[in-house]
């Protein structure tokens, strides 16, 4: 099956931890994204990659990092330094329709909690 | 003012009604615009792209008004199973960073 997966489901981080979060595409998108989402409120960019070996800061970077060695994986870390962790981490990768127009789409989520 | 705004909700609606979601953005270099759904505690997923001429799929048909920066979700004949978040995604068209997600609008469709 072609898709978007996300793991763990659940993660469960301590005070100082720091703690990663795995996405594969087998899509063959080029683009990837990570968001996070509070309760009752929007998706907000965390970073993005449009190729491999590439990624940019999206409006909430302070106290994540993500690497792209492979354009199937994206993975996130949620380091020590973020101090309110607690949320629902969701990846995305986008695709180019033949008429142009992008498309997102998103893997399961990840719902991380701290202890 | 936030890029995306969409109605605050939620609504409540009986089956069967028909129900109507604005959505506004700020940016007027946008150049492409969805529909997500997203369930409680599940990722969005796309519903529908919508298109300057509006499109329908089913009950579902969007419009789009580039003038007045106004994008609409009418749901017809509604279901249990419509009960769900509807996200409004507009693409700036920046590269890399252009999907703006607005707030969402909670739908539940009471028996």
């Known amino acids: 099956d072609g898709g978007i997966t996300q793991s763990p489901k659940y993660l469960f981080r301590k005070e100082g931890q720091n703690v990663t979060l795995s996405c594969e595409q087998n899509l063959n998108h080029d683009a990837m994204y990570w968001y996070r989402q509070d309760p009752g409120q929007g998706l907000r960019l965390i970073y993005y990659s449009q190729i491999v070996n590439d990624f940019q800061k999206g409006d909430i970077a302070e106290g994540y990092s993500v690497s792209r060695e492979k354009k199937e994986s994206f993975p996130l870390t949620v380091t020590s330094a973020q101090k309110n962790p607690t949320a629902f981490y969701l990846c995305?990768?986008?695709?180019?329709?033949?008429?142009?127009?992008?498309?997102?789409?998103f893997g399961p989520g990840t719902r991380l909690l701290v202890l | 003012r936030k890029e995306v705004e969409q109605d605050p909700g939620p609504f409540n609606v009986p089956e069967g009604a028909t129900v109507a979601f604005n959505c506004t953005y700020s940016?007027?270099?946008?150049?492409?615009f969805f529909w997500y759904r997203q369930d409680c505690r599940k990722e969005p997923k796309l519903l529908m792209s919508v298109y300057s001429s509006g499109n329908e799929d089913g009950r579902f048909t969007a419009q789009l008004n580039r003038a007045s920066q106004y994008i609409s979700l009418l749901i017809r004949d509604s279901k249990l199973s419509d009960s769900a978040t509807y996200l409004c995604v507009v693409n700036k068209g920046d590269r890399g960073q252009n999907f703006v997600f607005g707030p969402g609008t909670r739908l539940s469709v009471l028996p």
């Open positions: 940016n007027s270099a946008s150049q492409s």
């Open positions: 995305a990768s986008k695709r180019y329709s033949s008429g142009g127009q992008e498309t997102q789409y």
